[in-house]
């Protein structure tokens, strides 16, 4: 299926310009077809969910694979599951069906947007899990051999929202294959302190897994992190900004109260408390400008309705300069920017 359509009506920022050429693929099969094809192209781009895009207002030249491939398939051994999904499979829709089937290890990472096959990329996290904690394989379609292979987590170099496939292994991932537990009597342990205090829990202690799925749902609700079309708060990529890891040394030169965790002998910050405390705080948007900050969550960009890319960047970058002045650190945009929107004007 060959179209033309605006990118904005396939991100969750609801924001940027047409593509040229848009192949839609259905099947792993058509999925690397519309790859190969699109490889042909001076310019391509794979877009699943749309749930980590910027895209620049005058569109993308290029062609643009649109992967909508279903699928999931379970292994079961005395040990746990071997579970294959689909990359096009949409990632809450997996994780609903890991929970009610009795596998554990992704309940915690419910309410994400986007596609099965995206994770990795990023390497997804929250609330104390990251998906390399259950990640055991990709299958990969290599655009620099053309090569069709499955490649084992360990050579995806998985750290904080990033791994490989972000940065320099070009291709399309086909199919994901994850290493889940079952369902234990005593449940699973809670890893992080805000769930546990949402749980009314101590840290550690287990909680039955489809426990732990509704109340990160709601925790994620109620900070505009779960897409509803009726809520403009949920019109964004999530966390705009990963939390700046820096050195032990710098840390100490911040307020007192700055959170910061351990990073290896790094620390990380929290970028939503040094946005607030640079002085932009929820709902603050550039005056005659369509693009907010979330009224729930300061770490979110948001459309309020008709913003363009243009003003998203504009709101981007107004954050970066105000912490960079006020606290010297410099934040990294998380979505993956499909144009020159982000450079210094």
Do not use: C
């Not at 694979?65 to 499979?89: F, I, K, M, N, S």
């Not at 994400?112 to 899990?129: E, K, L, R, S, W």
């Not at 960009?301 to 913003?307: I, K, M, P, V």
């Amino acid at each position: 299926m060959t179209v033309a359509t605006r990118l904005a009506d396939l991100t969750t920022f609801r924001v940027g310009g047409p593509a040229a050429t848009l192949l839609v693929a259905d099947t792993t099969d058509e999925l690397v077809t519309h790859a190969q094809t699109a490889w042909q192209d001076d310019e391509w781009l794979v877009v699943g969910g749309g749930s980590n895009l910027l895209v620049a207002d005058d569109g993308f030249a290029g062609t643009v694979v649109l992967v909508r491939t279903h699928g999931v398939d379970a292994e079961p051994d005395v040990d746990g599951v071997t579970v294959r999904v689909a990359a096009g499979e949409p990632w809450d829709r997996f994780v609903a069906t890991t929970v009610e089937n009795g596998w554990t290890g992704l309940e915690a990472l419910s309410g994400i947007p986007g596609t099965v096959g995206a994770a990795p990329v990023q390497n997804i996290g929250a609330y104390g899990v990251e998906l390399s904690d259950v990640l055991a394989r990709i299958e990969f379609l290599d655009a620099s051999t053309g090569g069709r292979a499955w490649v084992d987590a360990a050579e995806l170099a998985l750290g904080y929202r990033t791994s490989t496939l972000k940065h320099g292994r070009r291709g399309v991932v086909l199919t994901v294959e994850f290493r889940l537990g079952t369902t234990v009597e005593q449940g699973v342990p809670v890893r992080y302190a805000q769930l546990a205090g949402s749980l009314g829990v101590d840290l550690g202690t287990p909680v039955a897994p489809m426990t732990i799925r509704e109340t990160v749902l709601r925790l994620r609700a109620s900070k505009g992190m779960v897409l509803d079309d009726a809520d403009p708060d949920t019109w964004s990529a999530g966390s705009f900004f990963t939390n700046p890891i820096v050195s032990a040394a710098f840390a100490e030169t911040l307020p007192a109260d700055a959170p910061r965790w351990p990073a290896g002998d790094d620390v990380k910050l929290s970028a939503a408390w040094l946005i607030e405390h640079a002085g932009v705080h929820r709902g603050y948007a550039v005056p005659g400008s369509q693009a907010a900050i979330s009224s729930k969550h300061t770490l979110a960009l948001t459309n309020r309705g008709g913003a363009s890319a243009a003003q998203v960047a504009e709101l981007a970058r107004y954050v970066q300069v105000t912490v960079l002045n006020r606290f010297g650190v410099s934040l990294v945009p998380e979505p993956v920017v499909v144009g020159d929107l982000l450079a210094a004007s």
